[in-house]
């Protein structure tokens, strides 16, 4: 009965998949199936503590990349200060 509820709610979140055929129940059972066993079985909570750790990891790398393009915009604001005084001191008066 959770498999036929989760289809349910698969379905009416993504309405377009495999629209074209006439089995997505059965296709979507088999994919729920194939999941469960290519995680050897695990316990729900398992499955999630390994997805949350995945999406931990994920967010990690977003927030580091963001500090760097951060500090690179940093930089080029200084450079540009920088060479926009060595203009003004070499400026005839």
Do not use: C
Not at 36 to 51: D, M, P, Y
Not at 64 to 90: C, L, M, N, P, R
Request: proline share 2%.
């Amino acid at each position: 009965m959770s498999a036929y509820n989760a289809f349910v709610l698969w379905w009416e979140a993504n309405p377009g998949w495999i629209s074209q055929t006439r089995h997505r129940r059965r296709l979507f059972l088999e994919q729920l199936d194939s999941g469960f066993l290519a995680t050897g079985g695990q316990s729900a909570r398992q499955v999630v503590a390994v997805v949350e750790e995945d999406d931990e990891q994920e967010q990690a790398q977003e927030d580091e990349d963001e500090a760097k393009g951060e500090e690179e915009e940093e930089i080029e604001a200084e450079e540009a200060v920088s060479a926009e005084e060595k203009k003004t001191q070499t400026a005839p008066a």
